[in-house]
Nanobody, 124 residues
Framework: QVQLVESGGGLVQAGGSLRLSCAASGRTFSNYAMGWFRQAPGKEREFVAGINWSKGFTRYADFVKGRFTISRDKAKNTVYLQMNNLKPEDTAVYYC?????????????????WGQGTQVTVSS
């Protein structure tokens, strides 16, 4: 059974940085794609960034390009989201997700497994 556990969220001032981690277990992820999504209060969950586990190809939502970086550590089975120059509108619960078909989707339906989420709050 795949388990995804996020960590690293917290409270930060605008312009600050956080690094989220997603520890994955329960399976070999070489054929997976991993993604980060977020959900702000009263809003739908949205795609933030994704990475192909085997080759490291990445994609980003336009609103985080140049500020966020997704990466993975194969040895640790962990995916990271480095978030720089944070803005109050980045406040949300951030979720890690795994796509066993490596489809690289930006849609929720493209992912098979989800973590519980970690809260990120950016104060102005």
């Amino acid at each position: 059974q795949v388990q995804l556990v996020e960590s690293g969220g917290g409270l930060v001032q605008a312009g600050g940085s956080l690094r989220l981690s997603c520890a994955a277990s329960g399976r070999t992820f070489s054929n997976y794609a991993m993604g980060w999504f977020r959900q702000a209060p009263g809003k739908e969950r949205e795609f933030v960034a994704g990475i192909n586990w085997s080759k490291g190809f990445t994609r980003y939502a336009d609103f985080v390009k140049g500020r966020f970086t997704i990466s993975r550590d194969k040895a640790k089975n962990t995916v990271y989201l480095q978030m720089n120059n944070l803005k109050p509108e980045d406040t949300a619960v951030y979720y890690c997700a795994a796509d066993r078909t490596d489809g690289g989707s930006v849609y929720l339906a493209g992912y098979d497994y989800w973590g519980q989420g970690t809260q990120v709050t950016v104060s102005s």
